[in-house]
């Protein structure tokens, strides 16, 4: 090294031993955070839909059909700490169900799974609910008079 040109590493050498603490560092991390981020998939993970697909899909398209024909739309809505669920039939006029089953959650994990007690108030499925801004599902099975099954899942949006 000549003698007017400046020293830059601060008098340390870069050593071997220096690299493998650095490259055992990084992969720590880099292990360390996968870890985390696996075991939280499987802890937050609601579980199985069904027992078994396959038995589940040969009567898919019998209650598919069997459902359209009722002819129902639903929405969700939620305002003054009340959570409403209309269900509509073909000519516009409010449907009361037999049975109402509803499971109101966030999509990407259970904990804060709730079932509103909803009432028939004439017009639609009200519950008293207070529920923070983002993304809600309502996963609500009916059954109608003639005892047909109708199952949705309705998208919330809580702003």
Do not use: C
């Amino acid at each position: 090294m000549a003698e007017d040109t400046p020293d830059t590493t601060g008098g340390r050498k870069l050593t071997g031993r220096h690299v493998l603490m650095i490259f055992v560092g990084a992969f720590s991390i880099i292990i360390t955070v996968n870890l985390a981020l696996a075991f939280n998939a499987v802890r937050t993970f609601p579980g199985l839909e069904v027992k078994n697909s396959y038995v589940a899909s040969q009567q898919f398209d019998e209650r598919r059909d069997a459902q359209e024909a009722l002819g129902w739309t639903v929405r969700a809505g939620h305002e003054g700490g009340a959570l409403r669920l209309s269900i509509v039939g073909e000519d516009g006029a409010p449907v009361e169900v037999a049975e109402l089953d509803a499971v109101l959650g966030r999509a990407t994990h259970v904990q804060d799974d709730v079932r509103p007690d909803f009432r028939f108030d004439g017009t639609a499925y009200v519950a008293p609910m207070e529920l923070r801004p983002g993304n809600w599902n309502i996963r609500m099975t009916a059954v109608a008079e003639d005892g047909t099954a109708f199952e949705q899942r309705v998208v919330l949006h809580v702003r």
